[in-house]
T-cell receptor, first 114, second 111 residues
Framework: DARVTQTPRHKVTEMGQEVTMRCQPILGHNTVFWYRQTMMQGLELLAY????????DSGMPKDRFSAEMPDATLATLKIQPSEPRDSAVYFC????????????FGPGTRLTVT | AQSVTQPDIHITVSEGASLELRCNYSYGATPYLFWYVQSPGQGLQLLLK????DTLVQGIKGFEAEFKRSQSSFNLRKPSVHWSDAAEYFCAVGSNYQLIWGAGTKLIIKP
């Protein structure tokens, strides 16, 4: 049963620290998405990649967030420096199929910044 | 503007009763349509999808949805809900690698 995996599942850190979240997409999927979910804003698209190339990262605060795909089996989302307002659940999803919109989600990383 | 509306923030249904969750969208062309479910503390799981063809689509866990082009709707239904169906349900529409998400409907099951 192919699944998207994310690590860590939970992260508590202090303001100003660097946070790195990792995602392993489903083998063979060529699109990867990063989302953030909060009670106030709901589900927000931060960035997405196709064939490892970033296609859109307009949803991401550029000054502190960065997303990369070093290879086809790993996507990373980094926050440096972290702030309390970054506290949220971060989801990675991978996709395939028609127009790349059919997305399969990982379990998420719950980030708390104190 | 492209948008997805799930008019009900919460819905409470008795166990064993039927369920319909509403989804309306505004989109330039007929998009691809999806329903996802999110249980507490979990990621989003794909319930069903519509790309083309038969407008009544079957999904997992006994759910189905009907695409009505004239109403720009894609409502989710289940004939008899189980306590395990308590979760949040998201409608999404899109094309070209991007989905537009509804705000979600939280389903509460009464025993």
């Amino acid at each position: 049963d192919a699944r998207v995996t994310q690590t860590p599942r939970h992260k508590v850190t202090e303001m100003g620290q660097e946070v790195t979240m990792r995602c392993q997409p489903i083998l063979g999927h060529n699109t990867v998405f990063w989302y953030r979910q909060t009670m106030m804003q709901g589900l927000e698209l931060l960035a997405y990649f196709r064939n490892r190339a970033p296609l859109d990262d307009s949803g991401m605060p550029k000054d502190r967030f960065s997303a990369e795909m070093p290879d086809a089996t790993l996507a990373t989302l980094k926050i440096q420096p972290s702030e309390p307002r970054d506290s949220a659940v971060y989801f990675c999803a991978s996709g395939s199929g028609l127009a790349g919109v059919e997305q399969y989600f990982g379990p998420g990383t719950r980030l708390t910044v104190t | 503007a492209q948008s997805v509306t799930q008019p009900d923030i919460h819905i409470t249904v008795s166990e064993g009763a039927s369920l319909e969750l509403r989804c309306n969208y505004s989109y330039g062309a007929t998009p691809y349509l999806f329903w996802y479910v999110q249980s507490p503390g979990q990621g989003l799981q794909l319930l069903l999808k519509y790309f083309s063809g038969d407008t009544l689509v079957q999904g997992i866990k006994g759910f189905e949805a009907e695409f009505k082009r004239s109403q720009s709707s894609f409502n989710l239904r289940k004939p008899s809900v189980h306590w395990s169906d308590a979760a949040e349900y998201f409608c999404a529409v899109g094309s070209n690698y991007q989905l537009i998400w509804g705000a979600g409907t939280k389903l509460i099951i009464k025993p």
